[in-house]
T-cell receptor, first 116, second 111 residues
Framework: DGGITQSPKYLFRKEGQNVTLSCEQNLNHDAMYWYRQDPGQGLRLIYYSQIVNDFQKGDIAEGYSVSREKKESFPLTVTSAQKNPTAFYLC???????????????FGPGTRLTVL | RKEVEQDPGPFNVPEGATVAFNCTYSNSASQSFFWYRQDCRKEPKLLMSVYSSGNEDGRFTAQLNRASQYISLLIRDSKLSDSATYLCVVSSMDSSYKLIFGSGTRLLVRP
C-alpha cells in the first residue's frame, strides 16, 4: 500500500521538552510539507522540502526544525522555543508541476500534540 | 486581506438539497486550484481539482472564474455523508510548490 504515515497519532509533552514527529511516505514524491492546524483555522505552512538535503521555512517556522536526509522521511522537531505548540500537525507530499506532477498534496493522518 | 477567503458557515441543509460554496483568492497569478474535504479531527483529502473549463465529478461541480478571482463548489442531492468542512486551496504566488489553504466552510446535512 502506498501512502503517508505519521506517528504517533497522539503525543503529550511537558512544557520545555523537545519532541520529534515522524512522517514517512512511500509514494516516491519529491516534495514534502509540514502544516499546523489550530481549531477553526486553516492550515499554516511550517517547513517544506523540494528535494533531499534541502528545505525551506514556511510561514510559521519559528520554534520548529526539520531534516530531509532521505526522500521518504521528513521529521519535524517541535522545540521548547515554540511558544504555543499544542495543535494538530499534518504532513503532506506531492510531485511538483515542474517534475511532471500536478501540485496536488496528499496528507498523512496527522499527529495531535498536547503540551501539558 | 487573506489570500484565500471562505464563508465559515455552517451551512445546515436537509438531505437532497443543493448547496453551493464560494471562495475568493487574492493572487491573480495563481495557477492551481483545489477543493479538499476534511472530516472532524481527520486529515484533508482531495475532493477535486478545479480547471478553467469547470469540472464535474458525480454530484460535485467545481468552477473557476479567473476574472473575478473566485472558485465555487456545487453539491447536488446532498447526503448525510457529505457533512464535513470543505477547504478551498490555491497555489502560492511564491512557488508552485506551495499551496494556500482557506479556513474552510462547514457543511451539516440533516436527515
Amino acid at each position: 500500500d502506498g501512502g503517508i504515515t505519521q506517528s504517533p497519532k497522539y503525543l503529550f509533552r511537558k512544557e520545555g521538552q523537545n519532541v520529534t514527529l515522524s512522517c514517512e511516505q512511500n509514494l516516491n514524491h519529491d516534495a514534502m510539507y509540514w502544516y499546523r492546524q489550530d481549531p477553526g483555522q486553516g492550515l499554516r505552512l511550517i517547513y517544506y522540502s523540494q528535494i533531499v538535503n534541502d528545505f525551506q521555512k514556511g510561514d510559521i517556522a519559528e520554534g520548529y526544525s526539520v531534516s530531509r536526509e532521505k526522500k521518504e522521511s521528513f521529521p519535524l522537531t517541535v522545540t521548547s522555543a515554540q511558544k504555543n505548540p499544542t495543535a494538530f500537525y499534518l504532513c503532506a507530499s506531492s510531485i511538483p508541476v515542474n517534475s511532471g506532477g500536478t501540485d496536488t498534496q496528499y496528507f498523512g493522518p496527522g499527529t495531535r500534540l498536547t503540551v501539558l | 486581506r487573506k489570500e484565500v477567503e471562505q464563508d465559515p458557515g455552517p451551512f445546515n441543509v436537509p438531505e437532497g438539497a443543493t448547496v453551493a460554496f464560494n471562495c475568493t483568492y487574492s493572487n491573480s497569478a495563481s495557477q492551481s486550484f483545489f477543493w479538499y474535504r476534511q472530516d472532524c479531527r481527520k486529515e484533508p483529502k482531495l475532493l477535486m481539482s478545479v480547471y478553467s473549463s469547470g469540472n464535474e465529478d458525480g454530484r460535485f461541480t467545481a468552477q473557476l472564474n479567473r476574472a473575478s478571482q473566485y472558485i465555487s463548489l456545487l453539491i447536488r442531492d446532498s447526503k448525510l455523508s457529505d457533512s464535513a468542512t470543505y477547504l478551498c486551496v490555491v497555489s502560492s504566488m511564491d512557488s508552485s510548490y506551495k499551496l494556500i489553504f482557506g479556513s474552510g466552510t462547514r457543511l451539516l446535512v440533516r436527515p
